[in-house]
């Protein structure tokens, strides 16, 4: 199977749907890409696209067993020419031929031949464009329906997002398949972190992530307990976000809050180990790596009662309004002051996330990409 999936997710920044096409990616390479034999021939070529003016694909070693494509096309003038008119095929732009073609985001990597499939992560785009920039807000909401039902099958990485893509894109449910994201074969952290650690926000700082919401659940801590632990953000900041930078510099919030920006891969699991509870406040979530993530280091978690994140915790974690600083910050409170509580969220949230890895998504993917394909045939 020749398989030619857009890598440019992941090729400055491994955040969100950069991790899961990574780490997808090498899933598939450790399954289905080993060397052939006189018995079993390769299952699986698979080829990673990039495009940028700038920047060049350089693939680390977990991936050495993929082809790189690298293009210096620019970003926007190719994504305006695939999203509206189809075109260049990957056949033309690439020289070659694929069984597979595999889009990261709702839009079409368009092909002559081969079976196209798309990937979901979550429709907040519909609900709230004004949410977003650039080319998400001039295409996503305007062509996202028309291009998951052309599609051979589309890709969701939840339960939830497999409904909303049924009921706003339109999809029938049997082209839709669940392939859920996972965390590293990381091992569970020996002890609580010493002195308490830290309450720890995790992801972009952006409107969706609502980490308005959770400084004013932190001042409403903090006013109420001058031993409050410290409290981090980690992620890269969006333009619209850059307000809350700024807020953490003034009075209320100064010296309590510290702003790491992006964490490279190699230093996550050190984030999470040193960290008293993980928070995620989003309003909107169509999974929630960074929730499985922490619970798999053994962090306790609360959660916005939104999206993803009520089946991903499953009665794993502490579950709160966004909208309700004030709940959050009991949440919150009870967690750290509760060493019961902790710990039960800490063995529930560890068996949950053992049921999550990246060799099942994988399998899954493939499985997936066989059906496209005779879709495609059948289309034919």
Known sequence: MRVLLDYRAALRARSGVGEYTHQMACALLAAFAQPALASRPRALDLALFSSSWKDRLRLPPDLALAEPIDRRVPVRLLNLAWHRIGWPGAERLTGRRFDVTHSMHPLLLPARDAAQIVTVHDLDFLAHPERTRGEIRRDYPALAAAHARRADAVIV????????????LGVPADRVAICPGAAPAWPPRARPPAGGGYILFFGTLEPRKN??????????LTARRADAP??????SVSPEGQHLVDRIGRAGLRGRVRHLGYVE??????????????????????FGLTVLEAMTVGVPVVAADRGALPELLDGAGALVEPDDPEGMARAIERILDDETAAAAAVARGAARAARFSWDR???????????????RCGSA
């Open 265 to 286: 891969p190699s230093a996550r699991y050190r984030l999470y180990e040193q960290a008293a509870v993980l928070v995620q406040p989003s309003f909107e979530e169509g």
């Open 211 to 220: 980490v308005g919401g959770l400084l004013d659940a932190y001042e409403a």
């Open 361 to 375: 998504t994988a399998r899954l993917v493939y499985d997936t990409y066989e059906r496209a394909m005779r879709r």
């Open 230 to 235: 410290e409290l981090v953000l980690a992620g």
């Open 157 to 168: 990485v939840s339960p939830y997002t497999a409904r909303e893509v049924v009921r706003r």
